[in-house]
């Protein structure tokens, strides 16, 4: 019977831990009129009262800064992940750089709604991967974002980023190491995204 109620007294006391345990982030949205960042907002509460659209449900991992992991792998600047992706990534990385392969930037977590539908105001209204951690930048200043472009050409307009040149090692290809590596963590690439954008630094699970 004792043995029962302590038993009974830890359960009871976990839930509690983990109804407490809180969740931070700090977030903005993007205004597709003014094209800016608008609504910046810090968020405390318990990971309790996150909404569906708070968490992804492909890994579980939440906009919370405390579901994301730091990455520190010289010569990279630290940045942050989802903690079900960090522990391969990290080795991934780690392969790839000891083999030469010229990874000189990466950025992951940061928080901002900057995908989907827009508000009356022409405000993005839903989370994007990098929201979640499972998203990273790879080398952006080799790996620019551009908008009309269905296929890669002269038309091609460059609205994030640096230019994208396959001919310059740090530019990423279809045949490139890296994306081969990323791909194998079942990261797709930007740069393969059918229809009129090409974001030849990003790698998320949907390509988006």
Known sequence: MIRSLILLFLLVSAAQVNAAKMCSYQT???NTVTKSAVKHTTVNKPFAELTDEEIDAYTGCSVCEQDQRSIAISPLKPFSI??????RLRDTLEDLIS???PLRLI????????RGDVDENGTRTRFSNHSFGIAIDVNPDSNGLYDNCLVFND???LIRGGRWDPGQPESLTADSNIVHALEDL?????GEIVGKQKDFMHFSPQGY
């Open 82 to 87: 989802c903690r079900v992706l960090a522990p």
């Open 28 to 30: 903005y949205s993007w």
């Open 155 to 157: 038309a091609c307009r």
């Open 186 to 190: 079942g990261l797709k690439w930007g």
């Open 107 to 114: 950025v992951g977590y940061r928080v901002g709604k900057t």
């Open 99 to 101: 083999q030469g392969e």
